[in-house]
């Protein structure tokens, strides 16, 4: 099946910008939705589409895509930014309706 | 505001089979915008999607685990309900019900519920 491939870690200094990406050849024909886990916690939607944050995300989180990667950028990264990672998508391998979460990106905020 | 909530036995012995039910809560699982998802994450692991089911019944199952995945819907109840036969350690993880949605035609999944951790073993 498909898959879409994340960096295990990423670390960012306080304040400043970080890139979380996620590739995969479903992203060629597709938009990655990202969520944000903290630990003990289910997963909360951060960005889905092209480009949309739902209501109460703050407008730090912003998504983008060009080939088979997406990137979720956090602009000013804040200590309560600091969680694991995941991107999802539709699998490309054949069955469109199936889909598919990348492996996780833990975000560490020094 | 829409709720999911999981329930079910938090243990299961190997070989048998494990049965979730999600309600859903403040909105009718009935809408047509809107397909129904399961999702588990191992201990220390990552997410992984089990399967998804549109009120009508159509469903869409993980190919590698197709073989022992049932998601039906019971609209009456406002619920829909995950069966996984012949498990093993393996399949111990927690277990999320999830209300999906897609835009241009690509997936997102905006409501979760808390989350049941399930255990196999004897």
């Known amino acids: 099946s498909s898959e879409l491939t994340q960096d295990p870690a990423v670390s960012v200094a306080l304040g400043q910008t970080v890139r979380i990406t996620c590739q995969g050849d479903?992203?060629?024909?597709?938009?990655a939705s990202w969520y944000q886990q903290k630990p003990g916690q289910a997963p909360v939607l951060v960005i889905y589409?092209?480009?949309n944050r739902p209501s109460g995300i703050p407008d730090r989180f912003s998504g983008s895509s060009s080939g088979n990667t997406a990137s979720l950028t956090i602009t000013g990264a804040q200590a309560e930014d600091e969680a694991d990672y995941y991107c999802n998508s539709r699998d490309s391998s054949g069955n469109h309706r199936c889909l598919v979460f990348g492996g996780g990106t833990k975000l560490t905020v020094l | 505001q829409l709720q999911l909530q999981e329930s079910g036995p938090g243990l299961v012995k190997p070989s048998e089979t494990l049965s979730l039910t999600c309600t859903v809560s403040g909105g009718s699982i009935s809408s047509s915008s809107y397909y129904w998802g399961w999702i588990r994450q191992p201990p220390g692991k990552g997410l992984e999607w089990i399967g998804s089911i549109y009120y009508s019944g159509s469903t869409y199952y993980n190919p590698s685990l197709k073989s022992r995945v049932t998601i039906s819907v019971d609209t009456s109840k406002n619920q829909f309900s995950l069966k996984l036969s012949s498990v093993t350690a393996a399949d111990t993880a927690v277990y999320y019900c999830?209300?999906?949605?897609?835009?241009?035609?690509?997936?997102?999944?905006?409501?979760w519920g808390q989350g049941t951790m399930v255990t196999v073993s004897s």
């Open positions: 589409g092209k480009n």
């Open positions: 999830a209300r999906l949605f897609m835009l241009s035609f690509s997936p997102a999944f905006d409501i």
């Open positions: 479903s992203l060629r024909s597709y938009y």
